[in-house]
């Protein structure tokens, strides 16, 4: 999990009235969801609750803000992948994606930080090279996951992998009713751990 960029502060309190309305308890007032964006983007932590009940309902919240940045302005999120995302509810890997989310998006920061960094003390070409060549490793490896088994194993390779890329592994079993196998499981994990790796060199 992400380190607590807040450095240890308590999340500021957002009560949601039944009239729709948000209220920052910290500044004493009323703000909007274009408030609670902002935030977001610089690193305020915030926990929204149900002012009637006291439900946290900030996960409902955040995605009400990812819907209406989707369509308000240059949509971030693909058709290919809402498409794969969706798919994933009710399958039986549906209880390791949040983790494995979590974990591509805190490998992206933190060799977007790297790369910065390395652009900053040496700007040029070579350090444009490297942060693209990370963000295609970081995206090909994300969306490979959430690709079929039928797919993932399938004849030829990844796109634009090129022929030093490793072969694919041999198709898992189906999942059974009761959750997947565990060589699936195996296999997931090996693909995280290999996908850090690779991110680890490229960071360097």
Not at 88 to 109: C, H, I, K, V, W
Request: glycine residues 6%; proline residues 7%; hydrophobic residues 40%.
């Amino acid at each position: 999990m992400a380190a607590d960029d807040t450095g240890g502060k308590k999340p500021i309190v957002i009560k949601k009235y039944a009239n729709r309305r948000l209220y920052n308890t910290s500044s004493s007032s009323y703000i909007t969801l274009d408030d609670l964006s902002r935030m977001t983007r610089e690193g305020q932590d915030f926990q929204v609750l149900d002012a009637k009940t006291g439900n946290d309902i900030t996960h409902t919240i955040l995605t009400q803000i990812i819907m209406e940045e989707e369509a308000s302005g240059e949509p971030l999120l693909p058709v290919s992948f809402l498409r794969q995302l969706i798919a994933m509810y009710g399958n039986s890997m549906q209880a390791l994606m949040p983790s494995y989310l979590e974990a591509t998006m805190d490998n992206f920061r933190t060799n977007q930080r790297k790369l910065q960094e390395s652009w900053t003390a040496k700007p040029g070409a070579e350090a444009l090279a490297k942060l693209a060549e990370t963000n295609l490793a970081m995206f090909q490896a994300a969306a490979k996951a959430f690709m079929p088994p039928a797919m993932r194993n399938g004849a030829g390779s990844w796109p634009g992998s090129g022929s030093n890329a490793s072969p694919s592994p041999a198709p898992t079993p189906a999942p059974s009713a009761g959750g997947p196998p565990s060589s699936e499981l195996e296999a997931l994990k090996a693909q995280v751990a290999a996908m850090q790796k690779k991110l680890d060199e490229l960071g360097k």
